[in-house]
């Protein structure tokens, strides 16, 4: 039977680097995932099985914002904070089991896209129905929707056009990946912005406040300008 220590050992020492990184992960969602690792593994829990789960958990989560319910909404976030655990878990499972396959990491990529493409219009659909924007006594609160749609753009559309450029490329390689190599700059825009940073739990913070109107545009400009420096690096690479 495995252990937590064979769980914790089978991540590389630069994939511990990178968890040391990013605050949140180290510290709350590494943990709470090995744990959850531990207690699947007892019951025979397969990689792409905790894949499946996580995919439903946040895609459940994003529907459920959906809502004019405080409460509906709260579950919502609760269970996008829990996808990123689920996302961790099926690695750990891959690993600890020696079963990694280049199916279980399409499939983890498959999770991670479906996510990150719904994320934010999901919290600008239930922004726009619980709050208002109005100017010159006109309603404009739809405009949320519209910030959401685009920041959700802004997050996958860098992914999609480094993969494209690894595609055409051979001699393609990705500064962006290379998270050993990241500046402080960097680091920073990992621990503020990246999917699985603190975003997440600023999420419930902000609705907790009533302020999930303002963390939007804040992401908004947040991963705008993640994506345009991510894209300008890609380019560069292929040059």
Same mark, same amino acid.
């Given at each position: 039977?495995?252990? *937590?220590?064979?769980?914790?050992?089978?991540?590389?020492?630069?994939?511990?680097?990178?968890?040391?990184?990013?605050?949140?992960?180290?510290?709350?969602?590494?943990?709470?995932? +090995?744990?959850?690792?531990?207690?699947?593994?007892?019951?025979?829990?397969?990689?792409?099985?905790?894949?499946?789960?996580?995919t439903i958990l946040g895609f459940l989560g994003e529907l459920l914002l959906?809502?004019?319910?405080?409460?509906?909404?709260?579950?919502?976030?609760?269970?996008?904070?829990?996808?990123?655990?689920?996302? =961790?878990?099926?690695?750990?499972?891959?690993?600890?089991?020696?079963?990694?396959?280049?199916?279980?990491?399409?499939?983890?990529?498959?999770?991670?896209?479906?996510?990150?493409?719904?994320?934010?219009?999901?919290?600008?659909? +239930?922004?726009?129905? +619980?709050?208002? *924007?109005?100017?010159?006594?006109?309603?404009?609160?739809?405009?949320?929707?519209?910030?959401?749609?685009?920041?959700?753009?802004? =997050?996958?559309?860098?992914?999609?056009?480094?993969?494209?450029?690894?595609?055409?490329?051979?001699?393609?390689?990705?500064?962006?990946?290379?998270?050993?190599?990241?500046?402080?700059?960097?680091?920073?825009?990992?621990?503020?912005?990246?999917?699985?940073?603190?975003?997440?739990?600023?999420?419930?913070?902000?609705?907790?406040?009533?302020?999930?109107?303002?963390?939007?545009?804040?992401?908004?400009?947040?991963?705008?300008?993640?994506?345009?420096?991510?894209?300008?690096?890609?380019?560069?690479?292929?040059?």
């Open positions: 039977m495995y252990s *937590l220590k064979d769980i914790q050992n089978s991540r590389s020492v630069e994939k511990r680097y990178i968890d040391r990184i990013d605050v949140w992960v180290f510290y709350v969602v590494r943990p709470l995932a +090995n744990l959850l690792t531990w207690i699947l593994l007892k019951i025979k829990c397969t990689a792409n099985f905790a894949t499946f789960i996580s959906v809502t004019t319910s405080g409460v509906q909404t709260v579950i919502g976030l609760i269970l996008i904070n829990l996808w990123i655990v689920f996302d =961790c878990v099926d690695g750990n499972i891959a690993r600890t089991t020696k079963k990694v396959s280049k199916l279980g990491e399409y499939f983890d990529g498959l999770s991670g896209y479906t996510f990150v493409a719904f994320l934010y219009l999901a919290i600008g659909i +239930n922004v726009s129905l +619980n709050y208002s *924007l109005v100017i010159g006594g006109y309603d404009y609160s739809w405009i949320y929707i519209v910030i959401g749609s685009i920041t959700s753009m802004a =997050c996958i559309f860098p992914r999609l056009a480094e993969h494209k450029a690894g595609t055409l490329f051979k001699e393609y390689k990705s500064d962006i990946r290379n998270k050993t190599g990241y500046s402080p700059f960097y680091i920073i825009g990992l621990n503020i912005a990246g999917m699985a940073g603190l975003s997440n739990p600023l999420m419930l913070v902000a609705n907790q406040f009533k302020v999930l109107n303002f963390y939007l545009i804040v992401y908004f400009v947040f991963q705008l300008g993640i994506a345009a420096i991510s894209i300008n690096g890609t380019i560069k690479s292929i040059r």
